[in-house]
């Protein structure tokens, strides 16, 4: 079964500094990979995605992601952060194809906090 | 894209009673999915809302607590059955865009109960 990890809960960042927040995904052939960021009272919005070509993909609000196979990783990424960043960031990952199609498993999830 | 639209946004209920969550989609989908959110949790899958025939459930979800009408490819709905504080939670639509390969979220009903 698929699985996911985001192995920090809460995260702390000044406001300018960088950010990465890891990811790491069990599955057993090429995974669709996901982030997407929920904001307090907030749905979800998808920040980025992966499901092949380049491994570096950028997303919305200047994200970037790397997948990194020989990893199992999906990481996250910001060169500098803004104050509105601050939110909740959940990382999924969806099958190919089979029974299981447009199914997400979600991992923990990791809540920025940005300091001014 | 999609715009999902979920009512209630939020309610407070009493213990025993149900609650029924509406979804509705801007554009006909194929595929439509519940999932829950628990207070601190991460989001977890319910089940998939098949149109014309019965809901997939995953495991730990069962029909007799969540059942879950399709009755066609824009609409859904979710009840929350015989409800005890435990299922307090955040209930998500969410549908996948085969083209674009894209989960899109509905806004959530928070769902307290007393």
């Known amino acids: 079964a698929q699985s996911v990890t985001q192995p920090d809960i809460h995260i702390t960042v000044s406001e300018g500094a960088s950010l990465e927040l890891r990811c790491n995904y069990s599955y057993g052939a090429t995974p669709y990979l996901f982030w997407y960021v929920q904001s307090p009272g907030q749905g979800l919005q998808l920040l980025l995605k992966y499901f092949s070509g380049d491994t570096l993909v950028q997303g919305i609000k200047g994200f970037e992601a790397e997948f990194k196979r020989s990893q199992s990783s999906f990481n996250l990424r910001k060169p500098s952060v803004h104050w509105s960043d601050a939110a909740e960031y959940f990382c999924?990952?969806?099958?190919?194809?089979?029974?299981?199609?447009?199914?997400?498993?979600f991992g923990q999830g990791t809540i920025l906090t940005v300091h001014p | 894209s999609a715009v999902i639209s979920q009512k209630p946004s939020r309610d407070i209920c009493q213990r025993g009673t149900s609650l029924t969550i509406q979804c509705q989609v801007d554009?006909?989908?194929?595929?439509m999915f519940w999932y829950r959110q628990q207070p601190g949790q991460s989001l977890t899958l319910i089940a998939t809302a098949n149109q014309g025939s019965e809901a997939t459930y995953e495991s730990g979800f069962v029909i007799d607590k969540f059942p879950i009408s399709r009755p066609n490819l824009t609409f859904s709905t979710l009840t929350v059955s015989n409800m005890s504080p435990e299922d307090s939670s955040i209930y998500l639509c969410s549908v996948y865009r085969v083209g674009v390969t894209e989960a899109f979220f509905g806004q959530g009903t928070r769902l307290t109960v007393v």
């Open positions: 554009s006909q989908v194929t595929m």
């Open positions: 999924a990952v969806g099958d190919a194809g089979g029974t299981s199609y447009g199914k997400l498993t």
